[in-house]
């Protein structure tokens, strides 16, 4: 689960992570009176929007007047911010941030993230800050892996401090808002905490400029402070819902929608669907205890994807039996009207029945495949009018 950068600040206040003062507004009306409230002479006016790059996208302005907070303020809302992590849909800014200005002397690059083949937690520093990590020259940056049981220790810090060119007494601040930080991604559990960028200001203090935040799902139950922070509007509709009926599914944009049993086999559903030159439109793993109902209703949340131009339904029952996907589908046909192909390759448990199930329907757009591959092969063509 992601947060706002509002709300990722209030993390980074409550593990003593310098931040500057600010305030969220819905209105434009109500940014100005936030930053009178936070007095001074310049503010900034962010977007918020689960996103990066929002600078670029015109998401973030500087005002140095109330007359000018209040016209960015009405320039962002409203909008429909388009950044590289956006795709060219773009996102609804619903919301602002208006935080006070800070004196910015250098801006640097900083991240935890869990690094899984070293089974380790990654910390990656570059000297070129505001800018996205990807884009950054591979010599100007600093991987540093931390074993979670010895934890962040001073050297740490003064290693990737030494490397951004830190004297000793900005090392022992740098190791400050480092520790900070590594304390705030054990304790909630996190996947990711990135401040980009992190600012060295006139006075020789670090601030989180801004900050982004991920977390373990699995690990929400734990957080109840950080699961309120969830915001729907901001997460794709059909995964929300889908997650409501247990279903694991992530949107994608190919245009072959795909139903397996086990994330594995929808890996390697998808994989060969590449492999036969088609592209998957979502990953949707119904689950081993999945029922008729279920089935039906991820049969419903495929259909509703306009991309989707055909249908891969790949099962191999072990303890969801084919009987009750065959089912599922049936159901689905009647709920909604199939007006694309589906490909059905049912194997394991009943898969005999199920199959009878689906002939003795005689839906004309269901087609039936023996194996992985013939069914993937037939699931592309299909796509391109083929059969």
């Not at 600040?9 to 009176?33: M, P, Q, T, Y």
């Not at 980009?196 to 929400?220: C, H, I, Q, S, Y």
């Not at 279920?294 to 191999?316: G, P």
């Not at 009750?324 to 394991?348: M, S, Y």
């Amino acid at each position: 689960m992601n947060i706002h950068e509002y709300q990722a600040k209030e993390l980074c206040r409550e593990f003593g992570i310098n931040v500057s003062n600010g305030a969220l507004a819905l209105s434009a009306d109500e940014a100005v009176e936030v930053a009178k409230k936070l007095g001074g002479n310049v503010w900034a006016v962010k977007a918020q929007i689960h996103a990066g790059g929002r600078g670029l996208g015109g998401g973030v302005k500087i005002a140095k007047n109330l007359d000018e907070v209040k016209k960015y303020a009405n320039q962002i809302l409203g909008m429909t911010l388009v950044t590289k992590q956006t795709g060219p849909k773009g996102k609804l800014v619903r919301k602002i941030y208006i935080e006070q200005g800070c004196n910015i002397k250098k801006e640097f690059y900083v991240s935890l993230t869990f690094n899984r083949a070293k089974e380790q937690i990654g910390l990656i520093a570059s000297a070129s800050g505001g800018m996205g990590i990807e884009e950054v020259d591979k010599n100007l940056i600093k991987t540093l892996n931390i074993d979670p049981q010895i934890g962040l220790k001073a050297f740490h810090a003064y290693e990737v401090g030494d490397f951004l060119g830190f004297d000793k007494d900005l090392n022992n601040k740098f190791y400050k808002f480092l520790n900070g930080l590594y304390k705030l991604y054990i304790a909630t559990d996190a996947n990711l905490v990135e401040i980009n960028p992190m600012v060295l200001t006139a006075e020789d203090e670090f601030f989180a400029l801004d900050a982004k935040m991920g977390f373990d799902d699995a690990a929400l139950f734990r957080h109840e402070n950080i699961a309120t922070m969830r915001d729907l509007d901001e997460e794709e509709s059909s995964e929300v819902e889908a997650k409501q009926y247990g279903l694991s599914y992530v949107k994608l944009d190919g245009d072959i929608g795909c139903m397996v049993n086990g994330a594995g086999l929808a890996m390697g559903t998808m994989d060969t669907i590449t492999y036969c030159g088609g592209k998957s439109a979502n990953f949707l793993d119904v689950g081993g205890g999945a029922s008729a109902e279920t089935v039906a209703k991820a049969f419903e949340i495929i259909l509703r994807d306009k991309n989707v131009k055909s249908i891969f339904v790949n099962i191999f029952g072990g303890i969801v039996r084919c009987d009750r996907i065959a089912k599922g589908i049936l159901e689905a046909t009647k709920l909604t009207k199939v007006e694309i192909p589906v490909v059905v390759r049912l194997d394991g448990t009943n898969a005999k029945e199920a199959i009878e199930l689906l002939k003795e329907a005689n839906i004309e757009n269901i087609y039936s495949a023996h194996d992985l591959e013939e069914g993937a092969k037939l699931a592309v063509k299909l796509v391109n009018g083929e059969k």
